[in-house]
């Protein structure tokens, strides 16, 4: 059933798959939590439930400070950058625009770079300046590639990633210098760069939830708004929208839901590209379906991959963005392949 172009029972799906993964991520570990014992926790946390929790006082408190937030900070990059991927791909109408292609990963980076290293001399607590940093970093990439890639060569697919690659590149080295105008924090900057989400805790889940609900927001109400673009400036006009107003506001909220993840979780690759497009094979082009689906398939996906990053090589932990980009990848030739063949 749809109403409005929403797929009700894919976002079921979603919802359930979700919910699966986050149960796989928050027993995964080295410390033996059921599936079971959790579900009767969080039943025994209900006021009308009636249930005892099964687990011991240290179960707990590894479920709740350590597993649970983990689970939870996943679930929120995911959806930000898969969702962020999806619009920016609707708005710049191009399959391969993403937030690492197209210079806002890095240009967030950036800006998150600078406040760890110059940010105690401007306030006491640095930590609340990182996603307004990595904000104002995405939308300059983002605009510094769009620009280049429109000026240089059309702004067709192959010119848009050729500029985006540059700026990021660009970016990049910038980053790398201010990395080294702060040795003492070079391992907490180098770990950040490898993407993970073992780092924080409930504490920066707070930090980017006023972010992530704003950018998920109105990228969701631009659903109508991305399917009328794609009918062409001059059609969209006509149906009364005005397409350079549009395209502002959805790359300032991509570029926002972009900042949030990776001020708290680094820089992982290839969410954006990879989730989108396989959410546009299973429910279609209609952006207003793709965008809400996203956000759950998203979730999903970085849970499911942590789960993977935390167990592959246990006891050790491989950087999540490593495990992306293995996945992500070979996901990205094959699209581009693909885009050459349409010869767009």
């Known amino acids: 059933m749809k109403g409005f172009g929403i797929p009700f029972g894919w976002l079921l799906g979603g919802v359930v798959v979700l919910c699966t993964a986050a149960l796989f991520g928050i027993s995964a570990g080295a410390a033996s939590l059921t599936a079971a014992d959790i579900l009767q926790h969080f039943l ?20 709740m400070e350590l597993r649970l937030p983990r689970v939870v900070m996943g679930a929120i990059v995911g959806a930000l950058l898969a969702t962020a991927g999806g619009a ?4 710049f109408r ?6 690492f292609l197209l210079g806002a990963a890095a240009g967030a980076g950036l800006g998150a770079t600078m406040v760890m290293v110059f940010g105690t001399d401007l306030t006491t607590d640095p930590r609340a300046l990182v996603p307004v940093a990595a904000f104002v970093g995405a939308l300059l990439g983002v605009a510094a590639a769009y620009a280049l890639g429109s000026t240089a060569g059309g702004g067709g697919t192959a010119a848009l990633v050729l500029a985006g690659v540059a700026v990021s590149s660009f970016l990049s080295a910038a980053q790398t210098l201010v990395q080294q105008m702060g040795v003492d924090q070079l391992q907490r ?3 950040w760069l490898l993407g993970g989400l073992g780092r924080g805790g409930w504490d920066d889940v707070r930090l980017i939830a006023p972010y992530a609900v704003v950018g998920l927001a109105v990228l969701l109400l631009s659903g109508y708004l991305l399917d009328m673009l794609a ?5 969209a006009v006509s149906l009364g929208l005005n397409p350079a107003a549009v395209r502002l506001v959805v790359i300032a909220a991509a570029s926002l839901a972009t900042a949030a993840a990776v001020s708290v979780s680094g820089l992982i690759g290839f969410v954006g590209i990879v989730v989108p497009h396989i959410v546009r094979r299973l429910v279609g082009s209609n952006y207003r379906a793709i965008l809400p ?5 998203g ?11 935390r167990t592959i090589v246990a006891p050790a932990e491989l950087p999540i963005g490593v495990v992306t980009a293995f996945l992500g990848a070979p996901f990205f030739v094959l699209i581009l392949r693909t885009t050459r063949h349409r010869g767009t």
């Open 44 to 63: 025994g946390l209900l006021p009308f439930g009636g249930v005892e929790s099964p687990l011991t006082e240290r179960q707990e408190a590894l479920l």
């Open 231 to 235: 009918l062409g400036d001059d059609k």
């Open 88 to 91: 920016y791909q609707g708005v």
């Open 189 to 191: 900057i180098y770990a």
């Open 299 to 309: 979730g999903s996906f970085l849970v499911t991959v942590d789960i993977v990053a």
């Open 293 to 297: 689906v996203t956000v759950l398939a």
């Open 94 to 99: 191009n399959p391969l625009a993403d937030p």
